[in-house]
């Protein structure tokens, strides 16, 4: 019976590539079906990366898979373009990006000097001198002073003339549609509390009617960074203010008794 013949173990495929990570081979599959040129597209300068290989591979591009590890892998994760959204996705992206309730703060007045400061207290105290708006399908509600009237005023999003626009802060999607945002909006611009002559730069500003109108859109409440500032000022100012009051009803109580004595004396 004759001997079998003794056959020399086989040289590892200069395809199977070693991983940099595990050093296991990985087979790469070559793609038959299209041509080369078809495959490779664009990804052609990648082809001059050497390749690590089993058995002494060390040409740039292996004869038997023809292309190098990363442009095989970018050719398996490369995904197929994926087709234009349809009609009614974007106008339901469009509804969605509407009901979203934005707080957009701007720096009180146009002056730099404003925008340099509040950029250093947001870094110190994370605080400053903002003014805010409410923004809700497409419409910005906001309250300012004014010696007639209401003092809630509507324009268009982010584009206030009087100070300069800073960031927005998303505080949620309302439940309530465009037509009754507009309902609350009103009815907030002709109560008393938001009349023109009510404004305080402390004690009833911007911040106190965006805090009301988030609440009754059903959101988020306004960040307290927003006013922070104005809240310390107020802290320190409003005892000031009662010491001041009581001061000046102490002296005309004191007034006014001195007069009825002097006239219960001439009489």
Not at 114 to 140: C, M, P, T, Y
Request: hydrophobic letters at 35%; glycine letters at 6%.
């Amino acid at each position: 019976m004759p001997r079998a013949k003794l056959m020399p173990p086989q040289r590892p495929q200069p395809h199977e590539l070693v991983s940099e990570q595990c050093f296991e081979p990985i087979a790469w599959e070559r793609q038959e079906s299209l041509p080369d040129r078809e495959i490779l597209g664009d990804l052609t300068p990648l082809m001059s990366i050497p390749l690590r290989a089993t058995g002494g591979c060390k040409r740039r591009v292996c004869s038997s898979c023809t292309h190098s590890p990363k442009v095989m892998k970018m050719l398996r994760t490369r995904s197929l373009p994926s087709a234009p959204p349809s009609r009614d996705a974007l106008a339901k992206f469009r509804e969605l990006d509407a009901r979203m309730v934005k707080l957009n703060v701007y720096d009180v007045t146009r002056s730099c000097l404003v925008g340099a400061f509040n950029h250093a207290s947001l870094l110190l105290i994370k605080g400053g001198i903002f003014h805010v708006a409410v923004e809700v399908w497409h419409r910005e509600y906001s309250f300012g002073s004014g010696d007639r009237g209401s003092g809630v005023a509507c324009k268009k999003p982010r584009r206030d003339t009087d100070h300069t626009y800073r960031r927005s802060v998303e505080l949620g999607q309302t439940e309530l549609s465009a037509k009754e945002c507009q309902t609350v909006a009103k009815r907030l611009a002709m109560a008393e509390d938001w009349q023109g002559r009510r404004y305080n730069t402390l004690v009833h500003n911007c911040t106190h009617f965006a805090r009301k109108l988030v609440s009754e859109l059903g959101v988020t409440p306004v960040p307290d960074w927003v006013d922070r500032l104005g809240r310390v000022a107020e802290g320190l100012i409003a005892p000031l203010d009662a010491a001041l009051v009581a001061c000046w009803t102490r002296r005309q109580d004191s007034i006014e008794q001195s007069e009825e004595t002097w006239c219960e004396k001439a009489i």
